[in-house]
């Protein structure tokens, strides 16, 4: 694991992150793995550490979760911006990934993040971004909280679960990213991507999928078996479909 203090906006936030395959010879590009809500680059290289071999690998920790500490208030675009800095930090200290290209790989909230920064290609995991009605249970315990904030009322048991242990900064991040809609952002990449969804995702249904797919300029769209972490046992199969799809079969 490696450290890396990126200045952003006045604050210096610490980036963990690691590098896999950096001595491989004549690399494919960088798959650059961004992980979903609540998890950390550890959950990314248990699925996708012995896929993609002919790639140099690098896992990061976003602000706030694994091994990066965080306690400022973020937007999506922040973290957009502070994982930008973090590549070309990378490409400054790794001279031998100067002049490779940087895939962007996001899961769930990772997606959202490596959407803003595609510019060749991107490989998206059930990504957030799309608005789906909330079921009544949801809405009520919302409208709870929010009943409670107005009368002076801290109800932390109220807090969604992806909300749950969260510093303050954190929770308000949560806040801000939890219902974003990046309909415009996913219409605005012009990279080309590949989408690979969860057939029983319930976090993210396969109809928000579907909706993404058609959104980006240049998709295809993989529906695979599994749920909101498909990819945990499926890393191999989306390396097959992912090489014959740039392959041209």
Known sequence: ????????????FPISYDLHNLSIPSPRGVLVFLHGWGSNKELMKIAFGQSFRDYTH???DLPGFGASANEQILHTH??????????SYIRTHFSELDSQEFIMVGHSFGGKVAT???KEQLILLSSAGILTPKPLKVRAKILLAKLCKGLGIRAKFLRAQDAH???????????NVVDEDFS????QCRAQAFVFWG?????????????IASLLPQSQFFPLEGDHYFFLKQAKLIESLYHKSTQGG
């Not at 319930?202 to 909706?211: C, K, R, V």
């Open 184 to 187: 415009q952002s996913f219409k």
């Open 116 to 118: 803003l920064l595609a």
């Open 78 to 87: 922040d973290y957009a911006q502070i994982i930008e800095s973090l590549l």
């Open 199 to 211: 057939k029983d995702d319930s976090a993210t249904p396969l109809s928000s999928g579907e909706m």
């Open 58 to 60: 690098l896992y990061i």
């Open 165 to 175: 242990n969260l510093n303050e900064a954190m929770y308000q991040t949560f806040k």
């Open 1 to 12: 694991m490696a450290l890396a203090r990126i200045h952003y906006q006045g604050s210096a």
